[in-house]
């Protein structure tokens, strides 16, 4: 495990946030993406300074996203506005998504019996509207949103404020799984399983709801441990650094 003060060049590229995303969460998924890739080792010093200048944003965004990345465990926050970058593991991601399992799975429970015509209509136009769409990174892109929408929408119908946060906060960390190991081809296994878990809201069957929520989960619980590159692996210089 690489222990050593790692350095690398600071390559300036701007950040702006996309549409209504807050700006500190598109520069947590910008550094949640190069920690995951290998751009930032384990063992990286990163400063709020130095990816500031490199992202062309001010501090408080970068102090915010690396917050919360110290929160999910991807980096230790250290004196002087400093991080030191821990990495993440197959271990880590499956246990992110057992949470997302033990969160998600009552979750549908709950909003089965809870949710009517009104709020089940958006996420059938939105699922209908997806699959006509031309497969491309458009598609991909539209895939992302709808995704977290239909999550999102679901944590919400469950009727319980607390539940909804902390799946929420589950949802962060896989947008970012979602924005960098994700393409077309293998979406059609789960644009199926979203549909499932709709007919099951749809039929206000709670217990199937929630068998399908974690079926789901459990296979893209799979998917990621397979497809995020592990802790320690790095070829390319880095978005960012620390002075």
């Not at 995303?21 to 751009?39: C, F, K, N, Q």
């Not at 296994?189 to 929520?213: K, S, V």
Request: glycine share 6%.
């Amino acid at each position: 495990m690489r222990t050593a003060n790692t350095r690398t060049k600071t390559i300036k590229t701007p950040i702006q946030a996309c549409g209504d995303e807050a700006l500190s969460e598109t520069v947590y998924h910008r550094l949640l993406r190069d920690i995951l890739t290998g751009h930032y080792p384990s063992g990286t010093v990163l400063s709020e300074l130095g990816l500031g200048r490199a992202l062309g944003v001010s501090r408080t965004p970068v102090h915010d996203a690396l917050t919360q990345l110290a929160k999910d465990g991807l980096v230790q926050r250290e004196r002087n506005c400093r991080a030191r970058v821990v990495g993440i593991t197959p271990d880590d991601i499956f246990e992110v998504f057992e949470m997302r399992k033990m969160l998600e799975g009552p979750a549908a429970e709950l909003a089965a019996v809870r949710m009517d015509r009104r709020q089940l209509a958006p996420l059938r136009a939105a699922i209908d509207q997806l699959r006509a769409m031309p497969r491309g990174k458009d598609w991909t892109t539209q895939w992302a949103e709808f995704d977290d929408f239909f999550h999102c929408t679901i944590a919400e119908a469950s009727g319980n404020r607390r539940l909804a946060q902390d799946i929420n906060r589950y949802r962060l960390l896989h947008k970012g799984f979602n924005r960098m190991a994700t393409e077309p081809g293998c979406l059609q296994a789960a644009m199926a399983e979203h549909a499932g878990i709709l007919e099951a809201l749809e039929m206000h069957n709670g217990p199937l709801a929630r068998e399908r929520m974690v079926a789901h989960i459990a296979a893209w619980q799979d998917f990621f441990i397979r497809t995020v590159p592990p802790r320690n692996q790095s070829n390319t210089p880095a978005l960012g650094s620390a002075p």
